[in-house]
């Protein structure tokens, strides 16, 4: 039977159930991994205050004025990321080849989610063990922890399927009672987790040294490896470019304000990733410990500094809740797209749909997991098969994603339909439409060549 909810015709498709819905949805989506992971470690290993200068203005001038046309788009399409192309294709006259923009958004949503649940699984492993307690250990002993996880390929392919069911279980309920509730839920807990950690942090920890660290800024400090990962994490952190905005978009109502809710979402994500670096280095600081740790910072130097502070047993598990919630609410968004593409052209109900795109990235995220031991030695272009997903969607397809949005939207699109949609006049609509019509084409670019070594 088909499932009513994605198979009607695009005037009668189902919406959030309010704005704030929306916003729950679509902070849920960008605050994942890469707020409470790789931007702390981003910031440590690039001078701290003078990376996060350079991330808050490229959040300005690229995030979210892509953030608004990615929405945009999903608004008018009312249909998956495919089905949005193909109907703004032929509303604009324009050759099908623009089509790739959903296939890319598609695929890439679909890739991530398989390399991106074992990561998660990582964190439901050390979630685990936080309930316990870390034990006290020399330095050592938590690399070597984390190793044995890695060589461990039952434990990583276990916690990697409970992390997809969990996935599965919320799209399953459908747009309102599954993806928006679990937001709903999840969302206001997340934040209120993190602002106790940011509150311990002031009274058993050192928050005056990590405030030091992120807002000192030092524009002297910005250089050319600074400006390039911020720029490239200002794009990534807003979920641009991998279909799930454009399909969260096409359930967003036409009384919704896109520029006024666009920005409230970059907003919420990027004050997330600054209380997640404040939280995390004033435990960092308080222990004497390296804060440009790398990415090993989550997994191995928090361990090790919870394991050694008062209340370390309440605040780890309470730290990697959030982790978890976030990497749950993103991971949700990644695989929505590909749902809405099966129950859209093959006309299954929802829950077939969830199950087989679920089934089909499991797999893909069984061998994610054994690249790490068993089949270690196996290699593509000299990358094993979680450095081979890693590369092509972050370093790739979401850039070019990106890049084709971009230029559509300003380019290709009527400019009557993109005022409509976006509803800005005037000097505002004019400065938006430039941005993303000159700024963002070649500050995408500039990012695509640094990442694959062109200016390296």
Known sequence: MKNQETAQAPEARVHWSSRWGFFLVTVGSAVGLGNLWKFPYMTGSNGGSAFVLVYLFCILLIGVPLLMAETLLGRRGQASPVGTMRLLVAEAGASKAWLAIGYIGIMGSFLILSFYSVVAGWVLEYTWQAAGGFAPA??????????????????????????????????????????????????????????????????AADLPAAFRFLFHFDAAAINRSVLFAAMGHAFFTLSLGMGAIITYGSYLDRATSIPRICLQVAVADTLVALLAGLS????????????AAGPGLLLQTLPLAFSQMPGGQVVGFLFFVLVVFAAWTSSISLLEPSVTLVVERFGLGRQVAVLLVTLGI???????????????GV???????????????????????????????????????VADEIGLSGRSFSFWYRVVAFVSPVAIAIIFLNVIGILG
């Open 280 to 291: 995390i280095f004033a435990v960092v600081f308080a222990q004497g410990l390296e804060p």
């Open 379 to 417: 290699t593509l272009f000299g990358l094993g098969f979680f450095d081979l997903l890693d590369t092509l969607t972050s370093k790739i397809m979401m850039p070019l994603a990106g890049l084709l949005i971009a230029v559509f939207t300003a380019w290709v699109m009527q400019r009557r339909h």
């Open 138 to 203: 020399p330095k050592e002993a938590f690399g070597q922890a984390f190793s044995d996880l890695l060589a461990n390929p039952g434990r990583l392919i276990f916690w990697h399927t409970l992390f997809m069911a969990m996935t599965a279980a919320v799209v399953l309920g459908g747009v309102t009672s599954g993806i928006e509730r679990a937001n709903r839920i999840m969302m206001p807990r997340l934040f209120l987790i993190l602002l106790f950690l940011t509150g311990y942090g002031a009274f």
């Open 362 to 376: 499991w797999l893909l995220g069984v061998a994610v997991a054994l690249s790490f031991n068993a089949w270690s």
